[in-house]
């Protein structure tokens, strides 16, 4: 299983991205997500989780800006990011360790393949 991350660019300070995250496998169901960035010569740093609940957690520096949800079929999930800040430049990566598909589930340590955002005027 591979997850993929897509939606990254170049935005300017206040603007919005919604980033997306899918299984390489189609109609995998996703279980467990979460988000984290990693700026350049950073840690990767957490931003926000999902689980099939519902339930959802975000970062301080994050919390009333950004969004994570899932669609109908929770196989896709995205960050919606609004009013970005420059401190938000990082490479945005997703990562779970649940996923399903039907009764068959997948558990380890899945990581997409980051996307970059820039935020700059």
């Known amino acids: 299983v591979q997850l993929q991350a897509s939606g990254g660019g170049l935005v300017q300070p206040g603007g919005s991205l919604r980033l997306s995250c899918t299984a390489s496998?189609?109609?995998?169901?996703?279980?467990?997500m979460r988000w984290y960035r990693q700026a350049p010569g950073e840690q990767r740093d957490f931003v926000a989780s999902?689980?099939?609940?519902?339930?959802?957690t975000y970062a301080d520096s994050v919390k009333g800006r950004f969004t994570v949800s899932t669609d109908n079929k929770k196989t896709t999930v995205y960050l919606q990011m609004n009013s970005l800040k420059p401190g938000d430049t990082a490479i945005y990566c997703c990562?779970?360790?649940?996923?399903?598909?039907?009764?068959?589930?997948?558990?380890?340590?899945?990581w997409g393949k980051g996307t970059l955002v820039t935020v700059s005027s």
């Open positions: 990562n779970s360790d649940r996923l399903y598909l039907g009764s068959a589930w997948y558990r380890g340590d899945y």
């Open positions: 999902i689980i099939s609940d519902g339930s959802t």
């Open positions: 496998e189609s109609g995998l169901t996703i279980a467990s």
